[in-house]
């Protein structure tokens, strides 16, 4: 009797955290998306949440401090870290992704104040929705920038 | 020199650890007292000598070496010196050995303590101190070196610790320096801060695996280990505190915790303990939960190494995640070792840890404090589940699918919310048993009160159904605890005859840890009045504003006045500051100097908002951007966070608090054991 009440309170607990799990999961999950499963998806991608990551092309990004609108570019990287470093380190991959003109690219449009990391060869982690036009919306934005966290070896010629 | 001398010393400290735990195991199987004091002293001799590679360290940061390829990351010559100290834990081989250096020296500590009634357990307490300790010497030496140097190799610099084959040593002229987001006095204390509440929580479990091993499972060991784990949680806590407090000035997103995975990472131990923390009352009072201790014991052990291992290994994305390294998989395998061998010793000792007495009531103490228990699990799995939700979904369906905030937010908000309830509720049922009607008895005064100040919100302040709730349960526990306080001291002053503020203050100094208790419940209603403030009433404007012209923001006039731009070549930052003239009302309350701070060195921008707090709320202000040739426009963003001011005002009487409960007066282990008879007893009584 006794222990059957205290079962029934924890399964009744158990039951609300599954719930609250669970709805919350589907009410805010978001695919974890490169540039180049963007593009493969087309329109089936639109409307979705999407975190997006991509390389940000330096020469691209605009910001208009009026209205607080950034827009810049990105190029496609790989999503999965182990293949990143099995390319030769994030810094290099990012590179690569700036300067290679055959990748796929997508124009992002991220309204808000400029974040301090953004600049060419940052990665961007983007939160949001790809709209019809084609262009990501994005809600949220990281930047993640190599050099500032990942070893490097200096500059041969800072030597001299 | 000095970069093979520190390696060396590390080494040696490794080597001596490996021997304290041969020893220690030697001698307790054999029982040979001299080999567990042979053990001991060779646990006490690393802390020197981690010590002395800790400064070979230091020595080579705050000297510009930057031929050592951990003092060209972490450090460059524009910095200041306390900043080329603090570096230390700014990089990951750094951090590490941090890590191993706070683990030794609590280690020693524990080890000096006197031992007579308890040397049963020191063998064991060594064994598992010293293994932790082998664990993270070894990243060190093996993966991590902060030692290692660069060589010149047929014309390639290359990272070595010892000189390759017709190599020549490689000085970089500058360091890349640390980024500039984390030369801040918050980040300069958080990271330690972290890592002491980390570190402590290595001595309770190495207790309770000396209890499991030797088999004395009574509550020695949580009385011996109640202070360690008290101090534990007033670092670990105070580190998140400051954490969020960094985020608030540095970062310039209006906002202080972002339910990053590596915040969570902190937070889970934090959970755990503080779980720990109530339930651990429950077995001395009233001898249950013995297993359960042991299990949030074992938990929050792992989750302090998992915690390391998330923010170290670059296995999740987040704007704190040092790079990819080989020592994730490490990690991951010493946990996974330590919770399978922990889980074990828990089953083999399984009937000893029988609960003295049975749990009746529903509404009694133990039943409220198991369900608070119940509250921090749940948060927990929530937290575990969204920080491995990405692998897991990738792992099972192809598809790698993150959880964000607004996951986090909705699944906790109702968890929150019932724990708040509970430190409303829980302080005035007894021990044993309570009913409605005592509770009900208890409570009608406070809950009458609480609903009068949520109807007058109501008509005054806000109609959002949430926030209503949220200070209802504020402003009950408030009443309640007060309420506490008053009862107990009025108590006291008709026995004692003494007059009201001394019957008080010696009603809390006689009951240390019930009274700081209390101060920490009021703390974490303070919290959450600012956490409600931010969360559901925070708004914002931007706009382009040239000299002279306004911006309106929930009765606040902000108006732009002048902007400068300097140099200081000494710090290596270009400043640019705007000064703003703040109206309320048209009235003039100051002017705010939101600026950008432009690093050379890494080539960044630094954001610092202006801020004037009050009770009321923050008016928030960033400078975006400016129009660098006419010197005339520049875009604000504002943020007006209603209330927020209460969240670091709680944080503040939170410490108070664990200070007044943690304080050392007596030796907790010397109280009267608990008499498991006394059922019923009245609340006051404990």
Not at chain 2, 196 to 202: A, C, E, I, R
Request: aromatic share 14%.
């Amino acid at each position: 009797m006794q222990i059957n009440k205290f079962f029934l309170g924890g399964a009744l607990i158990l039951a609300a955290v599954v719930y609250l799990i669970f709805s919350s999961t589907q009410a805010s999950a978001e695919y974890f998306m490169t540039v180049d499963e963007v593009k493969a998806e087309g329109t089936a991608a639109i409307g979705k949440s999407l975190r997006l990551s991509g390389a940000v092309l330096g020469d691209s990004i605009q910001y208009d401090p009026e209205t607080l609108t950034l827009t810049f570019d990105v190029a496609h990287v790989s999503g999965n870290n182990a293949e990143i470093e099995a390319q030769g380190g994030l810094a290099l991959v990012l590179y690569q992704a700036v300067n290679d003109p055959s990748r796929q690219r997508v124009t992002v449009i991220y309204v808000g104040p400029k974040p301090d990391l953004l600049r060419g060869e940052a990665q961007a982690i983007m939160t949001g929705k790809l709209g019809e036009d084609g262009i990501f919306y994005a809600d949220e934005l990281l930047l993640k920038c190599p050099t500032k966290y990942e070893q490097a070896v200096p500059e041969q010629a800072s030597s001299n | 020199m000095f970069a093979e001398f520190g390696y060396g010393i590390l080494v040696v400290a490794f080597l001596v650890a490996l021997y304290s735990v041969v020893a220690a195991i030697y001698g307790a199987t054999n029982k040979s007292a001299s080999l567990v004091e042979s053990a001991r002293r060779a646990m006490l001799l690393t802390f020197p000598l981690i010590s002395i590679a800790a400064a070979s360290l230091i020595y080579l940061l705050v000297n510009d070496h930057y031929e050592v390829s951990f003092v060209y990351e972490v450090t460059s010559r524009s910095m200041p010196t306390y900043l080329k100290i603090t570096a230390w834990w700014g990089g990951q081989a750094g951090s590490l050995v941090f890590w191993s250096f706070l683990l030794s020296a609590f280690a020693s500590a524990v080890t000096l303590r006197k031992w007579e009634r308890d040397i049963e357990f020191l063998p064991w307490v060594i064994v598992v101190c010293s293994v932790t300790l082998i664990f993270f010497l070894g990243l060190v030496i093996f993966y991590e070196n902060p030692f290692t140097r660069f060589w010149l190799v047929g014309g390639n610099v290359e990272p070595h610790m010892f000189a390759p084959l017709n190599a020549t040593l490689f000085t970089a002229q500058d360091g890349q320096g640390l980024n500039p987001l984390l030369r801040h006095p918050g980040m300069v204390i958080h990271p330690p801060m972290l890592y002491l509440g980390f570190v402590s929580y290595v001595i309770p479990y190495a207790f309770a695996m000396a209890a499991l091993i030797t088999g004395r499972t009574d509550d020695r060991w949580i009385r011996l280990t109640r202070r360690w784990s008290l101090w534990a949680w007033l670092f670990l806590s105070f580190g998140l505190v400051l954490g969020g407090r960094w985020a608030y000035d540095v970062l310039g997103w209006g906002g202080y915790w972002g339910w990053d995975p590596v915040e969570i990472a902190a937070f889970m131990p934090w959970l755990t303990g503080t779980a720990f923390l109530h339930s651990v009352m429950i077995q001395e009072k009233r001898g249950l939960l013995k297993h359960w201790n042991m299990i949030l014991v074992i938990l929050t052990y792992s989750l302090v190494i998992f915690g390391t291992f998330l923010t170290r290994s670059g296995v999740l994305s987040s704007v704190h995640a040092f790079a990819n390294s080989p020592i994730g998989p490490l990690f991951m395998g010493f946990v996974s070792l330590s919770l399978i061998v922990s889980i074990a010793l828990v089953i083999w000792r399984w009937p000893d840890l029988q609960s003295e007495t049975e749990m009746k009531s529903m509404l009694s103490r133990e039943a409220l404090f198991l369900l608070n228990n119940l509250l921090f699990m749940s948060i927990l799995v929530v937290c575990f589940w969204g920080v491995i939700f990405p692998l897991a979904s990738e792992l099972f369906t192809g598809q790698k699918i993150t959880v964000g905030p607004p996951f986090y937010e909705r699944a906790t908000a109702p968890l929150f919310s019932a724990l708040l309830f509970l430190m409303a509720v829980a302080p005035l049922s007894a021990w044993g048993h309570s009913t409605v009607q005592t509770l009900g008895r208890a409570m009608w005064k406070s809950a009458v009160a609480a609903s009068i100040v949520t109807v007058i919100l109501f008509f005054t302040y806000t109609s959002k159904i949430g926030a209503l709730i949220g200070f209802f349960l504020v402003t009950l526990i408030l009443f309640v605890t007060f309420q506490e306080f008053w009862r107990g001291a009025r108590a006291r002053q008709k026995v004692q005859g003494e007059n009201f503020f001394t019957a008080l203050s010696r009603l809390m100094g006689r009951n240390r840890r019930r009274y700081g208790g209390y101060i920490i419940h009021i703390s974490m209603a303070l919290m959450a009045i600012g956490i409600l403030g931010i969360e559901i009433f925070q708004t914002s404007t931007q706009g382009l504003l040239a000299q002279g012209e306004e911006l309106e923001i929930a009765g606040y006039t902000v108006k732009y006045r002048e902007l400068a731009s300097w140099d200081d070549a000494g710090k290596g930052v270009n400043f640019t500051r705007a000064t703003v003239d703040i109206y309320e009302n048209g009235i003039y309350l100051g002017e705010l100097n939101p600026r950008i701070d432009y690093y050379f060195d890494s080539q960044q921008n630094m954001t610092i908002p202006g801020n004037r707090s009050t009770f009321r709320d923050d008016l928030y202000i960033l400078l975006v951007d400016w129009q660098p040739v006419s010197n005339m426009g520049a875009t604000f963003k504002i943020y007006v966070n209603p209330l927020v001011n209460w969240l670091w005002i709680g944080s503040l009487l939170f410490l108070v608090g664990i200070i007044f409960a943690a304080w050392p007066d007596h030796d907790p282990a010397e109280e009267p054991v608990r008499n498991v008879r006394r059922v019923g007893q009245s609340s006051a009584a404990d």
